[in-house]
């Protein structure tokens, strides 16, 4: 298992930008990874929020489509979402995802960070 450490979270009024952070410890990961961010609201199942890969493709769910942003820096094991225009239903705890396939198949997950959009 590898660490991912997220940071970024908080409390931020309805309309307001956040920038999360997950950085993976101790391990460099470098083809075929899929990194992304997942969130889980009090009450509900935990949902997609984006993924990018190595290529570069990024991926989003329709609720934060121009709103969010994903992207990664390889080289520092880190993925990144940038949240703007935060509404009150973006509340939840968010939790970042390193993943791969075969052959060399891994899932690792974040410990989360709680975001809390509120006036």
């Known amino acids: 298992q590898v660490p991912l450490v997220e940071s970024g979270g908080g409390l931020v009024q309805p309309g307001g930008s956040l920038r999360l952070s997950c950085v993976a410890s101790?391990?460099?990961?470098?083809?075929?990874?899929?990194m992304g961010w997942y969130r889980q609201a009090p009450g509900k199942q935990r949902e997609l929020v984006a993924t990018i890969t190595s290529g570069g493709n990024e991926n989003y769910a329709d609720s934060v489509k121009g709103r969010f942003t994903v992207s990664r820096h390889n080289a520092k094991n880190t993925v990144y979402l940038q949240m703007n225009s935060l509404k009150p239903e973006d509340t939840a705890v968010y939790y970042c995802?390193?993943?791969?396939?075969?052959?060399?198949?891994?899932?690792?997950w974040g410990q989360g960070t709680q975001v809390t959009v509120s006036s």
């Open positions: 101790g391990t460099i990961f470098r083809i075929n990874v899929v």
């Open positions: 995802n390193f993943r791969r396939g075969p052959p060399s198949p891994f899932d690792y």
